[in-house]
């Protein structure tokens, strides 16, 4: 359990953290969204220590974590996996890391093997490609078998299969009851792992959330159909807010397109349209337009 | 023991780098080679300075004057090579303690280069008096008074060039400015400045400016003009205390 009251941090002239405030729960998979320079690693290096706060306290399983003598065993974090002294092997990175917590050596080719590095345990880091990094990173992260972990945008230049890996990684530890924060400034990477989501913009709090009630915020779908009379009320007994349209089409919020195309089937309504407005990342750039630091103009 | 482990991860990664070793012995190899080549040379000329020889100091500074360059950046880099990676920060995640993380830094460079520079300062002072009686002048025994002394003090001089390195790489953190620094503050200022300072000033730096002060103790000739062995030294350790507490100071305060 990480709880974050009133964080706030500057950088000269410019407030990065605004008076933050949530908590992430264990057993679950939190996703942290907001878009590039929204103040999520700065979040993320405050909870670890690497950063002081200018306000506001951060606390991890009610311990402030820099007093923790020997931290990994309660929060381990991937941060930056570049962040690697190059000419050191995988496996003496792991273990000059070990040691500091009196991490038996033992441990660290568990994690080897357990993120599949084991192979290239007495290669150079340096000579690790990007998805090799992030999987030592995590190594990392899991060394002290720690009841609270942080990613920072762990899928950041994995394959398909890694993204597949990490994400079943990131179920695994929140099925074992364990607090997990997952950061990433897309919509679509963290859909389908987090069961919750903090979306923050601007170094302030903008949802804290469940993924099953955003999408259900988040989706319009255009419906028109040939008996509309005997579909909108079961839409709306279903969960869904219906507006009609012009032309005898109608937009219902808050069911996915699949539903209704069930409610369709189980009333014998036939659909001649079916169009998703919103995707769920549309819904996060509308939640996050305001805020985002850095736009394109349209020219 | 946190601290203990804490410097057993600290030499696990002094010790991974695969140049750091290499570069270590290369500089006590280079200490006692030029060494014996200074001793050699000093020593065709022991009968012109008379009671002014000193046989031990000879024996050991000349190739210390090149091995300290090596043990400075050395220590240098033990500190802005976590930065140019940007590994201080993991380091710092897993011991937040930043105390105590510089602290492991030190003790655990500063037993390096003990060892080391003992094992240098030994292997230049023995060879270097083979040198001295070939060429029939006054070589020394570490039974001579004065002489244990100066040989074992070399040692603690490395000790301080090293944790030099160490505490000016903590408060500039990038590599090539710090080394410079070292270089400066080490070699160019005591060595070849008083040639180009004003007399009064060149006298000073002379005497006092740290390192020339703590090589005292390698001496075993009395110099009115300059401090005793132990003041000396005392004199170095205390500014190299002054700059690490100041590191340390700089490192707790600082975001990573």
């Known amino acids: ?299 | 023991m946190a601290a203990v482990e804490t410097m057993r991860s600290e030499w696990t990664k002094f010790r991974s780098i695969p140049s750091n070793v290499p570069v270590l012995l290369a500089t006590v190899a280079v200490m006692i080679g030029a060494g014996f080549l200074t001793a050699n040379g000093a020593s065709k000329n022991a009968q012109a300075a008379g009671a002014m020889f000193d046989a031990a100091y000879i024996s050991m500074y000349g190739g210390f004057l090149f091995a300290q360059i090596s043990v400075g950046g050395l220590g240098v880099l033990a500190v802005t090579s976590e930065y140019a990676t940007g590994m201080i920060r993991t380091s710092l995640t897993v011991v937040p303690r930043r105390g105590r993380l510089l602290a492991a830094k030190v003790w655990t460079f500063g037993l390096i280069t003990l060892v080391m520079g003992e094992v240098a300062a030994f292997g230049s002072f023995l060879l270097g008096q083979i040198a001295i009686g070939a060429n029939g002048a006054p070589a020394v025994s570490l039974a001579d008074p004065g002489v244990l002394r100066a040989v074992f003090g070399m040692g603690l001089i490395w000790v301080l060039v090293g944790l030099i390195g160490v505490g000016i790489g903590v408060l500039l953190r990038d590599t090539m400015a710090a080394t410079t620094v070292v270089v400066a503050v080490n070699f160019i200022i005591p060595i070849i400045g008083p040639r180009l300072m004003p007399q009064a000033m060149g006298d000073w730096v002379t005497v006092y400016w740290p390192i020339q002060a703590g090589l005292r103790i390698t001496s075993t000739v009395p110099d009115p003009e300059r401090l005793a062995p132990w003041t000396g030294l005392g004199l170095m350790a205390a500014c190299t205390a002054v700059l690490l507490l100041a590191a340390f100071a700089v490192f707790r305060s600082r975001d990573a």
């Open chain 1, 1 to 299: 359990m990480i709880e974050i009251t009133g964080l706030t941090k500057r950088f000269g002239a410019k407030t990065a953290v605004d008076d933050l405030t949530f908590s992430v729960e264990p057993g679950r998979v939190t996703g942290f969204l907001g878009p590039n320079g929204a103040g999520k690693s700065t979040t993320m290096r405050m909870i670890l220590g690497l950063d002081r706060p200018d306000a506001g306290t951060v606390t991890v399983n009610g311990h402030d974590y820099v007093g923790l003598a020997r931290p990994m065993h309660e929060v381990g974090a991937l941060l930056d996996a570049r962040a690697v002294h190059k000419s050191r092997t995988a496996r003496d990175h792991l273990l000059c890391l070990a040691q500091t917590n009196a991490i038996p050596a033992r441990r660290v080719d568990e994690v080897l093997e357990l993120v599949g590095l084991a192979s290239v345990a007495r290669k150079r880091a340096g000579s690790f490609s990007l998805g090799m990094g992030q999987r030592l990173g995590i190594a990392v992260a899991l060394l002290g078998d720690p009841k609270v972990l942080l990613f920072d945008e762990p899928v950041n230049g994995l394959d398909p299969e890694g993204i597949k890996w990490i994400r079943e990684l990131m179920r695994g530890l929140a099925a074992e009851n364990r607090t997990v924060l997952v950061s990433s400034h897309l919509m679509s990477e963290v859909a389908q792992t987090a069961d919750h989501l903090v979306v923050i913009g601007k170094g302030r709090l903008i949802a804290d959330i469940g993924i099953g009630e955003f999408v259900r915020q988040g989706s319009n779908v255009l419906v028109r159909a040939d008996d509309a009379e005997r579909l909108v009320p079961r839409l709306v007994e279903a969960g869904g807010t219906v507006q009609s349209g012009t032309d005898g089409s109608f937009i219902v919020t808050g069911l996915e397109a699949r539903r209704i195309g069930e409610e369709a089937l189980a009333a014998g309504v036939v659909l001649t349209e079916l169009t998703p407005q919103r995707s769920l990342e549309q819904a996060y750039m509308d939640l996050t337009r305001d805020s985002v630091e850095f736009q394109a103009s349209v020219a």
